[in-house]
């Protein structure tokens, strides 16, 4: 079993940037891809960046792309979400998770979550 608990989160004006991290204790993140997804009050949870073990593999929201990076760094146990160009669209709860399979976008493929970090973009 692995515990996640990401860290980052926080307000920010529209244009700003921040870095979510999600830290595992349990077992080696190495094991899996990791993902990380959003949900705003009201909404389902949406898919928003994957990376693959080692983070050759990385697959994106269309609606992130060029604004997210998703990295990772096995050795100190920690996936990051590097966040640039906030938008008040992009306020939500942030959720990593961890798979098996190779930079799924669907929840059902994700196993253990953490408790998520709050992230809110003024505009």
């Known amino acids: 079993q692995v515990q996640l608990v990401e860290s980052g989160g926080g307000l920010v004006q529209a244009g700003g940037s921040l870095r979510l991290s999600c830290a595992a204790s349990?077992?080696?993140?190495?094991?899996?891809?990791v993902g990380w997804f959003r949900q705003a009050p009201g909404k389902e949870r949406d898919f928003v960046a994957a990376?693959?073990?080692?983070?050759?593999?990385?697959r994106y929201q269309d609606s992130v792309k060029g604004r997210f990076t998703i990295s990772r760094d096995n050795a100190k146990n920690t996936v990051y979400l590097q966040m640039s160009g906030l938008k008040p669209d992009d306020t939500s709860v942030y959720y990593c998770a961890t798979s098996q399979l190779l930079v799924a976008r669907t929840l059902t493929s994700y196993d253990y979550w953490g408790q998520g970090t709050q992230v809110t973009v003024s505009s």
């Open positions: 990376i693959s073990r080692s983070g050759t593999n990385t």
């Open positions: 349990g077992r080696t993140l190495s094991s899996y891809s």
